[in-house]
């Protein structure tokens, strides 16, 4: 069973920058691509970005196009999300999961962009 732990979630002022940090306990981490998604409350989880298991070939939602960056440490087995100027609409719960995603997420982590 797919265990990750995100962190590097905060508050932020609109137009500042934060680095999330998801590790796993994926012994086949370096097999899946991976991805991050938020959730705001109310509303359904919706991708945010991925990464491709073989090549790095990253995908990002329409929002996050151009201001945020998914990376990976395979050795690590780790996934990052850098986001750049970020808006008020950022704010929500970031989680990262294998894409397509299993059925288990982590806790998140808060993300909260102050305008």
């Known amino acids: 069973q797919l265990q990750v732990v995100e962190s590097g979630g905060g508050l932020v002022q609109a137009g500042g920058s934060l680095r999330l940090t998801c590790v796993t306990s994926?012994?086949?981490?370096?097999?899946?691509?991976m991805g991050w998604f938020r959730q705001v409350p109310g509303k359904e989880r919706e991708f945010v970005a991925r990464?491709?298991?073989?090549?790095?070939?990253?995908r990002y939602a329409s929002f996050a196009l151009g201001r945020f960056s998914i990376s990976r440490d395979n050795d690590k087995k780790t996934v990052y999300l850098q986001m750049n100027s970020m808006r008020p609409e950022d704010t929500a719960v970031y989680y990262c999961?294998?894409?397509?995603?299993?059925?288990?997420w982590g806790q998140g982590t808060q993300v909260t962009v102050s305008s």
């Open positions: 994926d012994d086949n981490f370096s097999a899946y691509s």
């Open positions: 990464i491709s298991w073989y090549n790095n070939d990253d």
């Open positions: 999961n294998r894409d397509p995603p299993t059925t288990t």
